[in-house]
Each structure stands twice: as structure tokens, then as C-alpha cells.
């Protein structure tokens, strides 16, 4: 079993999940949301819902550490969390991509050695931005199967051209709203 499955299966930080295996070109693939902040625990067989999670997340490694990892933030203030919970599977040379939905700017920057990619999500989806980050259309995509949206996904998104400006960690906090994601139609 690939170590980062294995470390997110040890560690009960899986939530609900819709692909948890090898693909076709990687040793794993992940599509579904990441647990930073379990929730309680009430009895040996009864706990609430994560207070945290990185949803919408793809993740996809050949290595022992995350090679790739995309997903959605609610807050800035899940991120350090976030990186605690997970750095042991953390790499200088992964490529990560947060998508904050309290965040007003774009910036690529360096926390504790590890650099992330942090971008402003008001309406769209991770899944969305991928796309358009690998100059992908949905059509070229809607032939495929799950496991090879994912190779396809990453295979062109690490060979593209995020255009990010490099920021200090402390740059990017300063530019976190209240305001969070904003909802459309019936709540």
C-alpha cells in the first residue's frame, strides 16, 4: 500500500471519498474531502463530523509523500492546521494548490519549507479550475473514466503555467475577508 494511503488510512482522515486507489498511471489517486480537525468522539462507535476538512480535494502521489494535492479551503484558518495534520506526506517538490474561499488574492508562498499555491475560490469548484488551470475543456474530459480525469488532470496541470506572483505567508493572511463563499439559488 502506497505510504500516503496508508497514512491517511491509519490516521481516519478520509471523509467521504469517491475514488481511494491506484490509477492508471500513479501508485494513488484521492478525490473527496481530507479530515484536518476530527470531530468528537461521543462513544466507542459514535463521533460527530470532521470541524475541518480540505473538500473538493484531488491528490494523486508516486511517491511516499503527496506529489499533488488541489483542494478547497473554507478559511485561512484551516491552513496551518492543515499542514500540521499533514506534513509528514508533505513535500518541498509537491505541487499544491489551495483554492480559500476568504482569501482576495493569488499568491505562491513558503510555509515551513513547503511551497503552496493559494488562489481566491468565490463560485467555481477546485474541479473547474483544474480545467481551466490545464487549458482542458469539459468535453475532453467527459469521455473519460474517473481514474483518467485524474492522471489527465495532473499530468497537465504539472507542466502548466500557474501565473502566480510569490508572496510571503504573511502577505497572503493579510488578505483573508470575512465573507467567505458565496451561495447562489435556494439555500
Do not use: H
Not at 482522515?13 to 473527496?32: E, S
Not at 462513544?43 to 491528490?59: E, G, H, M, R, V
Not at 506534513?87 to 483554492?99: A, I
Amino acid at each position: 500500500m502506497p505510504r500516503v494511503k496508508e497514512f491517511i488510512k491509519e490516521n481516519n482522515l478520509q471523509w467521504q471519498p469517491t475514488y481511494n486507489d491506484k490509477t492508471d498511471k500513479y501508485a494513488y489517486g484521492y478525490r473527496g474531502s481530507l479530515i484536518i480537525t476530527p470531530g468528537a468522539v461521543l462513544s466507542a462507535d459514535k463521533q460527530l463530523p470532521p470541524k475541518a476538512t480540505a473538500k473538493q480535494t484531488i491528490l494523486v502521489t508516486n511517491s511516499d509523500t503527496i506529489d499533488f494535492l488541489a483542494c478547497e479551503l473554507e478559511t485561512l484558518n484551516f491552513f496551518e492546521d492543515f499542514v500540521t495534520r499533514y506534513k509528514e506526506v508533505l513535500s518541498p517538490t509537491g505541487l499544491y494548490l489551495l483554492f480559500v474561499t476568504d482569501l482576495d488574492m493569488n499568491g505562491k508562498f513558503e510555509y515551513e519549507g513547503i511551497t503552496f499555491n493559494a488562489f481566491s475560490l468565490d463560485e467555481s469548484s477546485v474541479w473547474n479550475e483544474l480545467v481551466d488551470f490545464a487549458d482542458l475543456s469539459k468535453g475532453d474530459l467527459k469521455k473519460l473514466s474517473e481514474v483518467e480525469k485524474i492522471d489527465t488532470i495532473y499530468d497537465e496541470i504539472k507542466s502548466s503555467n500557474l501565473r502566480i506572483n510569490n508572496k510571503t505567508y504573511e502577505e497572503i493572511k493579510a488578505k483573508q475577508n470575512a465573507k467567505g463563499k458565496v451561495l447562489f439559488g435556494a439555500v
